[in-house]
T-cell receptor
């Protein structure tokens, strides 16, 4: 069965420290991978996506993610977090055999401390 | 300019009532979606329309009925509201559907009392 797992429900990080959010997927077909961010009371905003090509993807707000097929992972990273990065982060996966049906992970809540 | 907009933003209603949520996108996309986000933030797709045609219809009670009057609009009507319908409902749109990036609206927070 297809699945998306975000192992960390909650992460606390100090402002200026690095951040890594994990995403693992299980898909039969070639996965198309996305990271979205949801600020409190807001909708989801796309951070970055991976369809093919270079496995290291750059996104907005200084985020990047690396696709590792051998580990079925698409982890999101930021070298130095800002207080405004406090939000809920969702990994999403689509595939060529599931038209439009993105499957979302359960989300990781990031708290940024001073 | 708001790309994907939803109305109302908040909706508080009694059990048994019928309510509608409206969604409009000005991105020129031809595919629109409805998602439900539960209290644990889990996001699950409900419906998708492509060029006014229903493409995705997940396991959703018949009380939920989407309607797409044109490509820019996708409304969600809910009959006989139940307590379990309380959630945040997100509309999204994409170009041509499939694996295109989906752009989300701000959400409608529904509370059924």
């Amino acid at each position: 069965a297809q699945s998306v797992t975000q192992p960390d429900i909650h992460i606390t990080v100090s402002e200026g420290a690095s951040l890594e959010l994990r995403c693992n997927y299980s898909y039969g077909a070639t996965p198309y991978l996305f990271w979205y961010v949801q600020s409190p009371g807001q909708g989801l905003q796309l951070l970055l996506k991976y369809f093919s090509g270079d496995t290291l993807v750059q996104g907005i707000k200084g985020f990047e993610a690396e696709f590792k097929r051998s580990q079925s992972s698409f982890n999101l990273r930021k070298p130095s977090v800002h207080w405004s990065d406090a939000a809920e982060y969702f990994c999403a996966v689509g595939s060529t055999d599931s038209w439009g049906k993105f499957q979302f992970g359960a989300g990781t809540q990031v708290v940024v401390t001073p | 300019d708001t790309a994907v907009s939803q109305t109302p933003k908040y909706l508080v209603t009694q059990m048994g009532n019928d309510k509608s949520i409206k969604c409009e996108q000005n991105l020129g996309h031809d595919t629109m979606y409805w998602y439900k986000q539960d209290s644990k933030k889990f996001l699950k797709i409900m419906f998708s329309y492509n060029n006014k045609e229903l493409i995705i219809n997940e396991t959703v009670p018949n009380r939920f009925s989407p309607k797409s009057p044109d490509k820019a609009h996708l409304n969600l009507h809910i009959n006989s509201l139940e307590l379990g319908d309380s959630a945040v409902y997100f509309c999204a749109s994409s170009q041509e559907g499939g694996l295109r990036t989906q752009y989300f609206g701000p959400g409608t927070r529904l509370l059924v009392l």
